[in-house]
């Protein structure tokens, strides 16, 4: 009896010690002695509710190591995203990538747009474009996508920008296009703006979409008089007559006689300044049996573009046959059938001789400063370019 008593003693005292290492313990001395629930119900043994729930779980309740390793994971979920934030960021603007995720030779991520910039500004300042972090080389050859990190990315929750609620960056697009009660119903000069049908008569209102039906049942801008809305309607007719001009111009030029196209290659050269500029060049070229030259310049020839966060290219065409008579052209440049750069046609013209063989420089009509670094990151510049002689 003495025995039996003294392995109670030992059962008792390992099953207090601990809620892990305790029941291991009291099973391999006690010889296969059972006992209730943590030891529930030895004389003398008081045990904290916690250490008994904990010991309980492991080894009667099989559901309760899923529902506690659930609960620890929806604790931990918000360290967990803030973690992936700062790892999966870009190293130049410390931001979640949208898109494109591009890494170096040693693995450093970069945006597309911070990658773009980088390769832009080295071709400005005739360097070799190096990671920000580790100052290995960096190009469109040497980098590339990292496809494991976009579709991370594209996983973490991230705010909507009109109704506030998180939603995963997958999804977010549809969301806020589609089923958001609060989004924009229209696009406006590049922003989603929400408006009231009335805009086209003069209607200010902006505001959230859900309340855009109480506000057009009420507008009062459809009660005006007709005068007051001429005024209105007379400004939209002018940039609407603007854009049918122009359409209607490229169509007549389509009627011309004489016409001639080419894909044109701008390469990258410098002056011979002491501080050199970056300048472009295409090869010369035959259209309409006459040879030609186009030449491009950044920020008119700014000293410093690189320390200017706005950028643009214009370009200028010369004649470099000799004519015997003056040769009247209109000429446009519209963008290469591979690139995605995003131009908006203006028709340019000219009447060359020998003596005026070179055109002013003419701004080259990019959207913006993004799409123009994309032209000069890019190894050479492809674009097309249309000619039409003006029969006289």
Same mark, same amino acid.
């Given at each position: 009896?003495?025995?039996?008593?003294?392995?109670?003693?030992?059962?008792?005292?390992? +099953?207090?010690?601990?809620?892990?290492?305790?029941?291991?313990?009291?099973?391999?001395?006690?010889?296969?002695?059972?006992?209730?629930?943590?030891?529930?119900?030895?004389?003398?043994?008081?045990?904290?509710?916690?250490?008994?729930?904990?010991?309980?779980?492991?080894?009667?309740?099989?559901? +309760?190591?899923?529902?506690?390793?659930?609960r620890?994971?929806?604790?931990?979920s918000?360290?967990?995203?803030?973690?992936?934030?700062?790892?999966?960021?870009?190293?130049?603007?410390?931001?979640?990538?949208?898109?494109?995720?591009?890494?170096?030779?040693?693995?450093?991520?970069?945006?597309?747009?911070?990658f773009?910039?980088?390769?832009?500004?080295?071709?400005?300042?005739?360097?070799?474009?190096?990671?920000?972090?580790?100052?290995?080389?960096?190009?469109?050859?040497?980098?590339?996508?990292?496809?494991?990190?976009?579709?991370?990315?594209?996983?973490?929750?991230t705010?909507?920008?009109?109704?506030?609620?998180?939603?995963?960056?997958?999804?977010?697009?549809r969301?806020?296009?589609?089923?958001?009660?609060?989004?924009?119903?229209?696009?406006?000069?590049?922003?989603?703006?929400?408006?009231?049908?009335?805009?086209?008569?003069?209607?200010?209102?902006?505001?959230?979409?859900?309340?855009l039906?109480?506000?057009?049942?009420?507008?009062?801008?459809?009660?005006?008089?007709g005068?007051?809305?001429?005024?209105?309607?007379?400004?939209?007719?002018?940039q609407?007559?603007?854009?049918?001009t122009?359409?209607?111009?490229?169509?007549?030029?389509?009627?011309?006689?004489?016409?001639?196209?080419?894909?044109v290659?701008f390469?990258?050269?410098?002056?011979?300044?002491?501080?050199?500029?970056l300048?472009?060049?295409?090869?010369?070229?035959?259209?309409?049996?006459?040879?030609?030259?186009?030449? +491009?310049?950044?920020?008119?020839?700014?000293?410093?573009?690189?320390?200017?966060?706005?950028?643009?290219?214009?370009?200028?065409?010369?004649?470099?046959?000799?004519?015997? +008579?003056?040769?009247?052209?209109?000429?446009?440049?519209?963008?290469?059938?591979?690139d995605?750069?995003?131009?908006?046609?203006?028709?340019?013209?000219?009447?060359?001789?020998?003596?005026?063989?070179?055109?002013?420089?003419?701004?080259?009509?990019?959207?913006?400063?993004?799409?123009?670094?994309?032209?000069?990151?890019?190894k050479?510049?492809?674009?097309?370019l249309?000619?039409?002689?003006?029969?006289?």
């Amino acid at each position: 009896m003495a025995s039996l008593e003294d392995r109670g003693d030992i059962g008792g005292v390992a +099953a207090a010690s601990g809620s892990s290492g305790g029941g291991h313990v009291a099973g391999a001395m006690g010889g296969g002695l059972e006992a209730g629930p943590g030891g529930a119900g030895l004389p003398g043994i008081q045990e904290e509710p916690g250490l008994r729930r904990e010991a309980s779980s492991t080894d009667a309740d099989p559901e +309760a190591p899923r529902k506690k390793r659930i609960r620890l994971q929806e604790g931990e979920s918000g360290k967990l995203e803030e973690r992936l934030y700062s790892v999966l960021c870009c190293t130049v603007c410390l931001d979640l990538p949208k898109a494109s995720v591009y890494q170096c030779t040693n693995g450093h991520l970069m945006c597309a747009g911070c990658f773009i910039h980088l390769l832009a500004d080295a071709r400005l300042k005739e360097e070799q474009a190096t990671c920000p972090n580790c100052r290995c080389e960096i190009s469109k050859s040497l980098c590339c996508r990292n496809l494991a990190v976009e579709k991370a990315v594209s996983e973490l929750p991230t705010d909507c920008s009109f109704c506030l609620k998180q939603f995963p960056r997958s999804s977010l697009e549809r969301h806020r296009n589609e089923e958001c009660q609060d989004r924009p119903k229209y696009v406006l000069l590049g922003l989603r703006v929400t408006r009231c049908k009335y805009v086209r008569i003069g209607c200010p209102w902006q505001g959230p979409f859900h309340e855009l039906p109480a506000h057009e049942a009420a507008c009062c801008h459809p009660s005006k008089s007709g005068q007051e809305l001429m005024g209105i309607l007379s400004d939209m007719d002018q940039q609407h007559r603007r854009e049918l001009t122009l359409y209607s111009s490229i169509f007549n030029l389509l009627c011309f006689e004489k016409i001639g196209f080419t894909e044109v290659q701008f390469r990258p050269y410098r002056t011979d300044d002491f501080i050199t500029r970056l300048y472009y060049e295409t090869p010369r070229f035959t259209v309409l049996n006459q040879t030609w030259v186009l030449k +491009a310049r950044v920020n008119d020839s700014e000293r410093n573009p690189n320390l200017s966060c706005k950028r643009t290219l214009s370009f200028q065409l010369i004649l470099k046959s000799k004519v015997n +008579a003056t040769l009247e052209c209109h000429f446009l440049l519209l963008k290469g059938p591979y690139d995605d750069v995003k131009i908006q046609p203006v028709i340019q013209h000219h009447v060359f001789s020998n003596d005026a063989n070179e055109t002013e420089y003419a701004p080259l009509p990019i959207t913006d400063s993004v799409e123009c670094n994309k032209l000069l990151a890019a190894k050479n510049i492809n674009l097309r370019l249309f000619i039409f002689q003006i029969q006289k």
